[in-house]
């Protein structure tokens, strides 16, 4: 395995630097200090061609401009938080109010945004990319100057496993994902609407207009929601489910994960053969189908669209603050957060 580094602008007066990480098994990582930004994974086809499958750009100027949260760290907290207000302990913090007037994926500048501090680490069978940052107590609303810690360990396995870790000085919330959008054809060949899920969840909440949990949490039985057995994206794309509808045509939900120990997510692409398995320790996965993906700009070459690549985002409930019945992500003073995902690519017969 080897990694190489690369060094780019400047922005806030901080150096924008690139690592390319490369597997003996025939994977390539490449990611930014920027929002910790991975910006491709190639991974071979079942015939062994190597082609990226996530959507990215080439330069950070497209990142600042066009990006739908393209393979960056969101957060403080991921997901919508209804008209931006945050009540803890009696007292009411307003947050960055930048969708609709809810707070979106941690803000105007969250996470995605910042020029993050970075290491690297080299283990028998892995490297590791270690970004570090501090974010100010208020930042974008939030109390609690709060640590943080992403890591991004890639293993001679075809794995990244994602680390995200924080802690606060006072008590607030922290709920982080990464929001890569996966397209398993490679290249961008196709979309994703001929992708097959498989996940592990009985349950998936319901959303307001807002695309806000409403408090009710649905079963998935009876339902293009149920992927317990496999399905094809395209079913929900397609289908008249209310809740297909109101989120533009496809899926923008959170599914609640149960407590297995295994693998939660598949997704397959029957085409190329490849195959990506998640585990995770996150109470739920927000699927995001890309329904709102701009048309305006392109990602490579490659004119955007909906439906262009797909978000596996492994986190806390959205909104959790506003739902008690669902697990919190209220985290207390020195307690330590930490969510770890693993991304696991192989390919079918
Ligand atoms: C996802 C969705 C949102 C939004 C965004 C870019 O996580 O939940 O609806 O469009 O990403």
Known sequence: M????AWLEE???KRIIEHKIVTDAGMEVTTLNYGCTITSIFVPDRHGKSEN????????????KHSPYFGSVVGRHAGRIKDGLLTIDGETYKLAQNNLGNHLHGGIKGLDKVVWDVSVTEEDGSISIRY???????????????ELLVIYTVTNNNEIILTLEGESDRRTVLNLTNHTYFNLSG???RSIESHRLTLKSDQF????????????????????????N?????EGITSEHPQNVLAGNGYDHPFLLGASDGVDIVLEDDESGRRLSIETNQPSVVLYTGNALGDDFSIRGRQSGEYLGLCLETQGIPDAINHPQFPTTLVEKGERYKSVTKWRFSTTE
């Open 187 to 189: 290249g961008l060949k």
């Open 53 to 64: 499958v996530v959507l990215g750009f080439d330069t950070v100027a497209e990142y600042e």
């Open 205 to 228: 909440l319901e959303l307001d207009e807002n695309l806000i949990p409403t408090g009710h949490a649905m079963d998935v039985e009876g339902t293009v929601f149920d992927f317990r």
């Open 230 to 234: 496999g399905r094809v994206i395209q």
């Open 132 to 146: 570090s940052h501090v974010s100010d107590h208020l930042n974008e609303g939030y109390p609690g100057t709060v």
């Open 11 to 13: 922005l806030d007066g």
């Open 2 to 5: 080897q990694v190489t580094e």
